[in-house]
């Protein structure tokens, strides 16, 4: 009986020696890929409105460019960067466009774009809950442009 068990044991080690990589890898995380230079080394922008669809709830707080301007005005008050007039003296552009989704509810998309090759460096969407009430949409909208702009300032910080 006690060879019995020996061997089950020796058996259940030996099986899981070919699995010791795979579980290795497994735990090993995916090395980050690198966030373009130009994003953290930015000192001046240009916010570019790339359109306000028409959302539906509720028209009530839509305007055809509340989110151009509510976001302009958190990039102007962050004070990170100097705002440019012109693309062309900018050393990125931040291309803000809101949409609705398939389900119904907002989502803000910013595009950071390379103004020399139009190239996008890097994009962040946020979705936004819908409401029924102005008030709530309202509030629901200033939170999901706080989070965009969290995200940028985790992005430009190298850590998002």
Same mark, same amino acid.
């Given at each position: 009986?006690? &060879?019995?068990?020996?061997? #089950?044991?020796?058996?259940?080690? $030996? ?13 090993? +995380?995916?090395? %980050?890929?690198?966030?373009? #230079? ?9 916010? +570019?409105? @790339?359109?306000?669809?028409?959302? !539906? ?8 460019? $509340? !989110? ?10 962050? @004070? ?5 007039? %012109? ?5 990125? =552009?931040?291309?803000?466009? %809101?949409? *609705?989704?398939?389900?119904?509810? $907002?989502? =803000? ?9 139009? =190239?996008?460096?890097? %994009? ?5 809950? @819908?409401?029924?009430?102005? #008030? ?5 909208? *200033? ?10 300032? &985790?992005?430009? #910080?190298?850590?998002?």
């Amino acid at each position: 009986m006690l &060879k019995l068990v020996q061997r #089950a044991a020796l058996f259940l080690i $030996l099986s899981t020696i070919p699995s010791i990589p795979m579980l290795m890898a497994q735990q090993q +995380s995916t090395p %980050s890929a690198p966030i373009p #230079a130009q994003i953290p080394a930015a000192k001046k922008v240009f916010v +570019s409105n @790339g359109g306000d669809d028409d959302w !539906t709830i509720p028209h009530q707080i839509h305007t055809p460019t $509340l !989110t151009y301007n509510q976001f302009y005005a958190d990039i102007k008050s962050w @004070g990170k960067f100097e705002l440019m007039s %012109s693309p062309a003296d900018a050393d990125v =552009v931040f291309e803000i466009r %809101s949409y *609705d989704s398939r389900e119904a509810r $907002l989502q =803000v998309h910013l595009a950071i774009l390379d103004p020399k090759t139009h =190239v996008t460096l890097w %994009s962040l969407t946020q979705e936004i809950e @819908g409401a029924s009430r102005t #008030a709530t949409a309202r509030k629901n909208f *200033d939170e999901g442009m706080n989070a965009l702009v969290g995200d940028l300032k &985790k992005l430009v #910080a190298g850590s998002l």
